[in-house]
């Protein structure tokens, strides 16, 4: 698996088996002492270490990397998590943070001679303050629940990643989550007032506050994105927002990319800043119409979601000023929800994309990078000759109000060509994103998968000022150790078998 690439396997079609690893008299000597020692302060069944017990904790939705931790720790209670970073740490021993295991980048892939802290049963929402609109809870609360709890006092969460269902406020702190309305409203970091945690060797530690503005230096966006490298997270206060009296959604269909792209700029360029915009090639609309019947225009090269909330006077004038941008762009049919039923039908398209995409191929690879919204029919262009040149199809979904891009890759993991295609596929599309001025990820983090392609977004000074970042927090690389910051090493073996040579380096990291 190369750098910058989420890989889905459809479970009923692949059944390849994990090969089975010879035993390391010397790995399972370390086991046996870690477990003793974790076992004299945490509470019966909060040890797994039995590979049957620790088999689902061997990676997170990046599924193409596994590896089998030492053991895998469910704590209850702080003091059992400070416990267990201080013996950790008095004993050298890595350590993975996990929420629910829906990271696309590897995140929380085990380390081989590590922990796995498991914060699931962290998930108790402590506090919601209406009168302040913030909520205090715990980091394995899930997105959603803080949305559902809130909705008594007219209040919601904003960051809503696809994944909202499941994933947790403290996975989306670590990845700076973000989602179909994070336009308006912001990424996660835009979202969070105050976390509270510990440190690599179990010292309590809180970043940011309620206040206005917290003293020293703005430590809370240094946490927020970090990937669990810096400090474990057990507790978040959160913004919360007035919901909207109204939102109303806008379908629009487009004949070619590029009057699609020129939309979205426009929009933007007017002052316009929708709840919502999103944007759906046409392959991409038919897999998501035979999946849940959206009523989408199936003869669209394109089409876009743009969505208005606020007071119903708000709403209807900027419904009417999107109406223009949109016509003046060229689209060639428009849709505009009469009620709340037809916006999440709309919507609901979008929000199954993914699903929808493993209905149509056994495999697909998810990617994640970011362009100038002025470049979006550009890069779609891109995509298009890409899929000749590498002979694979691909569908395409972007977050195209800020420029994230989500091209889907479809192939068949069965066939060890197809997967060697889609690798340059994927590599490609990340060069592409930063060549036209992009980044290398937008939500979904670096994790494993994207090693090789920081590489090529940052020069070897910046890359070491990162690493200066992480042993000013964890000196002995504990926390997460190998993810997000490459090597030296390893960015000059990405330079000796750069994409465009036709090859690919890959992690050394088991796959299956």
């Given at each position: 698996?190369?750098?910058?690439?989420?890989?889905?396997?459809?479970p009923?079609?692949?059944?390849?088996l994990?090969?089975?690893?010879?035993a390391?008299?010397?790995?399972?000597?370390?086991?046996?002492?870690?477990?003793?020692?974790?076992?004299?302060?945490l509470?019966?069944?909060?040890?797994?270490?039995?590979?049957?017990?620790?088999?689902?904790?061997?990676?997170?939705?990046?599924?193409?990397?596994?590896?089998?931790?030492?053991?895998?720790?469910?704590?209850?209670?702080?003091?059992?998590?400070?416990?267990?970073?201080?013996?950790?740490?008095?004993?050298?021993v890595?350590?993975?943070?996990?929420?629910?295991?829906?990271?696309?980048?590897?995140?929380?892939?085990?380390?081989?001679?590590?922990?796995?802290?498991?914060?699931a049963?962290?998930?108790?929402?402590?506090?919601?303050?209406?009168?302040?609109?913030?909520?205090?809870?715990?980091?394995?609360?899930?997105?959603?629940?803080?949305?559902?709890?809130?909705?008594?006092?007219?209040?919601?969460?904003?960051?809503?990643p696809?994944?909202?269902i499941?994933?947790?406020?403290?996975?989306?702190?670590?990845?700076?989550?973000?989602?179909?309305?994070?336009?308006?409203?912001?990424?996660?970091?835009?979202?969070?007032?105050?976390i509270?945690?510990?440190?690599?060797?179990?010292?309590?530690?809180?970043?940011?506050?309620?206040?206005l503005?917290?003293?020293?230096?703005?430590?809370?966006?240094?946490?927020?994105?970090?990937?669990?490298?810096?400090?474990?997270?057990?507790?978040?206060?959160?913004?919360?927002?007035?919901?909207?009296?109204?939102?109303?959604?806008?379908?629009?269909?487009?004949?070619?990319?590029?009057?699609?792209?020129?939309?979205?700029?426009?929009?933007?360029?007017?002052?316009?800043?929708?709840?919502?915009?999103?944007?759906?090639d046409?392959?991409?609309?038919?897999?998501?119409?035979?999946?849940?019947?959206?009523?989408?225009?199936?003869?669209?090269?394109?089409?876009?979601?743009?969505?208005?909330?606020?007071?119903?006077?708000e709403?209807a004038?900027?419904?009417?000023?999107?109406?223009?941008?949109?016509?003046?762009?060229?689209?060639?049919?428009?849709?505009?929800?009469?009620?709340?039923?037809?916006?999440?039908?709309?919507?609901?398209?979008?929000?199954?994309?993914?699903?929808?995409?493993?209905?149509?191929?056994?495999d697909?690879?998810?990617?994640d990078?970011?362009?100038?919204?002025?470049r979006?029919?550009?890069?779609?262009?891109?995509?298009?000759?890409?899929?000749?040149?590498?002979?694979?199809?691909?569908?395409?979904?972007?977050?195209?109000?800020?420029?994230n891009?989500?091209?889907?890759?479809?192939?068949?993991?069965?066939?060890?060509?197809?997967m060697?295609?889609?690798?340059?596929?994927?590599?490609?599309?990340?060069?592409?994103?930063?060549?036209?001025?992009?980044?290398?990820?937008?939500?979904?983090?670096?994790?494993?998968?994207?090693?090789?392609?920081?590489?090529?977004?940052?020069?070897?000074?910046?890359?070491?000022?990162?690493?200066?970042?992480?042993?000013?927090?964890?000196?002995?690389?504990?926390?997460?150790p190998?993810?997000?910051?490459?090597?030296?090493?390893?960015?000059?073996?990405?330079?000796?078998?750069?994409?465009?040579?036709?090859?690919?380096?890959?992690?050394?990291?088991p796959?299956?």
């Open positions: 698996m190369s750098a910058g690439q989420t890989l889905m396997h459809n009923v079609m692949n059944t390849s994990r090969p089975e690893v010879p390391d008299p010397s790995r399972t000597k370390r086991q046996r002492e870690l477990v003793a020692a974790l076992e004299e302060f509470p019966q069944g909060a040890v797994l270490y039995r590979h049957e017990d620790t088999v689902t904790y061997e990676c997170d939705a990046l599924t193409a990397y596994r590896t089998s931790p030492l053991a895998v720790v469910l704590p209850e209670t702080e003091p059992e998590v400070a416990a267990t970073l201080r013996l950790c740490h008095r004993l050298g890595p350590i993975i943070a996990r929420g629910a295991g829906t990271g696309l980048s590897g995140g929380a892939t085990p380390h081989h001679w590590g922990v796995i802290l498991s914060l049963k962290f998930n108790k929402i402590l506090n919601i303050d209406a009168a302040a609109c913030t909520a205090v809870v715990q980091c394995g609360v899930r997105n959603a629940a803080i949305s559902e709890a809130a909705a008594g006092f007219g209040l919601y969460y904003a960051p809503d696809s994944s909202q499941a994933c947790t406020i403290g996975g989306n702190v670590a990845e700076n989550s973000g989602g179909v309305h994070c336009l308006k409203y912001g990424l996660t970091l835009h979202n969070v007032l105050r509270r945690g510990f440190m690599v060797d179990g010292e309590p530690v809180e970043f940011g506050s309620q206040a503005d917290a003293a020293g230096l703005d430590l809370l966006s240094v946490v927020v994105g970090s990937e669990g490298m810096l400090a474990i997270i057990t507790e978040v206060t959160v913004k919360l927002i007035p919901k909207p009296q109204l939102a109303r959604c806008i379908m629009a269909s487009f004949n070619d990319i590029e009057s699609a792209g020129a939309a979205v700029a426009s929009v933007i360029a007017r002052g316009i800043i929708p709840a919502g915009l999103e944007l759906m046409k392959a991409m609309t038919a897999a998501v119409e035979a999946f849940v019947h959206a009523d989408y225009d199936l003869d669209a090269a394109a089409i876009l979601l743009c969505e208005s909330d606020g007071t119903p006077e709403v004038e900027e419904i009417d000023r999107m109406e223009q941008v949109l016509a003046d762009a060229g689209a060639s049919r428009m849709q505009v929800s009469r009620d709340e039923s037809q916006r999440l039908k709309f919507w609901s398209g979008r929000k199954n994309a993914f699903p929808a995409s493993g209905g149509i191929s056994p697909y690879m998810c990617m990078s970011t362009i100038p919204r002025k979006l029919a550009q890069m779609l262009r891109e995509i298009e000759q890409m899929q000749t040149k590498y002979g694979l199809r691909c569908v395409n979904v972007f977050h195209a109000g800020d420029g891009l989500h091209p889907l890759i479809l192939f068949d993991a069965d066939q060890p060509d197809e060697r295609r889609c690798e340059l596929f994927g590599a490609d599309v990340l060069e592409t994103s930063v060549r036209m001025g992009g980044t290398v990820t937008g939500e979904h983090g670096v994790g494993i998968e994207k090693l090789n392609s920081m590489c090529v977004q940052f020069a070897p000074a910046e890359r070491a000022q990162f690493l200066a970042v992480k042993h000013a927090f964890d000196p002995l690389e504990l926390l997460n190998g993810k997000v910051i490459p090597t030296l090493h390893r960015c000059a073996e990405y330079g000796k078998m750069h994409v465009h040579r036709g090859l690919l380096p890959f992690a050394d990291l796959r299956f």
